[in-house]
């Protein structure tokens, strides 16, 4: 009978039968290793979590502040029935991690999202050597290739500049976590007032709180003086484009950050003023430089254009499959929540279960036996899950 591969593919998770604990799992479970706290990867209703100290701020912020949850550093290994984890950093966002597991000397890595460039905020990427990578192909296609940071941050400045000397508001869309600290690490800070949409005050205030070093911001309100907003910058999220709270602030001009603005007729069917092209997600070169330097014999590619990426790897030599996952739908059109309901996730669930129990990849059916709880062995420092 085939060996039992070490991470498999169902219809709830990127599941470790051996430790009896899944990654980024889309449905309520007993054990959840979360990569970052974004909301298609740290769902609602798990009884235990483990993440990366710096996403615990905003993990309980969004899944409630009394969830059972266990903080590591990165680089700490942590051990369940044999098996030995860690976690990396992956550069996405605060917080983000690859998951390093190893077992009986064969390593594989998921990545979860990450970018290759240094932020000024999140802790860089790193490569981790493995046997096969789980990697995203959210921008996985050669005309995605980003310009560097400093440019479009200069792109940004000058654009608010502009809008000052012609008195307007600079109304500034991103997503709230991840997105706008990177943008307010990195944009020149052209006034001491900063206003916010409630979604984004709310998380900068909690990172704030939790000690990460980031400019103060004003919170956007009913009985904020309207005439205030000429010639400020004010940040949004996405949602607000075509909603009545966007109108207090006129005359404004529009900007929206996303490496969606790469594609021809995105900024216009946005209905924005200023496309700016800024990603958390790797582009292709930068793809290809984490796959290359992984070392990994596989790979399987969870999100994005996983078809195309796949066959391309295929094609150049690097054995490769596409893995059907719920990923990739990430903060833009969950803004303004801060607790999730399960029966979200449970009812997309449902919906899309023949799919991914058809067509999930594993070298053999998936182990039904759990990991008894005497089964779990300390790590370093005592940490177990």
């Not at 905020?121 to 980003?146: D, H, M, Q, R």
């Not at 430089?289 to 399987?300: D, R």
Request: hydrophobic letters at 35%; charged letters at 25%; proline letters at 4%.
């Amino acid at each position: 009978m085939p060996a039992q591969s070490l991470l498999q593919f169902t219809g709830k998770s990127i599941y470790c039968a051996v430790a009896d604990a899944h990654i980024d799992p889309w449905i309520p479970v007993d054990r959840a290793i979360i990569t970052h706290a974004h909301s298609d990867h740290a769902r609602w209703g798990s009884k235990h979590y483990l993440a990366h100290k710096d996403s615990e701020p905003i993990l309980r912020l969004r899944l409630g502040q009394d969830i059972s949850l266990q903080t590591v550093e990165y680089y700490e290994k942590f051990v369940i029935n044999g098996v030995t984890f860690s976690l990396h950093p992956a550069g996405h966002i605060i917080g983000s991690a690859q998951v390093r597991v190893e077992y009986k000397g064969e390593v594989w890595v998921a990545s979860g999202d990450y970018k290759l460039e240094n932020d000024n905020f999140a802790t860089p990427y790193e490569p981790v050597k493995c046997n096969v990578f789980i990697t995203e192909s959210t921008f996985g296609l050669p005309i995605y290739k980003w310009q560097p940071q400093h440019e479009v941050m200069s792109e940004i400045d000058n654009w608010w500049r502009q809008n000052k000397s012609e008195d307007k508001a600079s109304v500034l869309m991103g997503y709230s976590l991840g997105k706008m600290q990177r943008i307010l690490k990195n944009i020149e800070l052209q006034d001491k007032i900063i206003y916010a949409h409630g979604a984004i005050y709310t998380l900068n205030e909690r990172l704030r709180q939790a000690g990460f070093h980031l400019p103060e911001l004003t919170l956007v309100t009913k009985e904020t003086d309207r005439k205030l907003f000429r010639a400020s910058l004010v940040l949004a999220p996405p949602s607000v484009d075509s909603s009545t709270w966007i109108k207090k602030f006129a005359p404004y001009s529009l900007g929206y950050c996303s490496g969606w603005m790469a594609l021809r007729g995105a900024k216009n069917r946005r209905a924005v003023d200023q496309g700016f092209v800024l990603s958390d997600h790797v582009d292709w070169p930068d793809l290809n430089t984490a796959v290359k330097e992984s070392g990994a014999e596989k790979v399987y590619v969870t999100h994005g254009y996983t078809s195309i990426y796949a066959r391309y790897l295929n094609e150049n030599g690097i054995e490769a499959g596409e893995v059907h996952t719920m990923y990739g739908n990430e903060d833009e059109n969950e803004e303004e929540e801060v607790v999730q309901d399960i029966s979200a996730g449970t009812d997309a669930y449902e919906k899309h279960k023949e799919l991914l129990d058809g067509e999930f990849i594993t070298d053999t059916k998936a182990s039904t036996k759990k990991s008894p709880l005497g089964d779990l062995a300390e790590g370093e420092g005592g940490i177990t899950l």
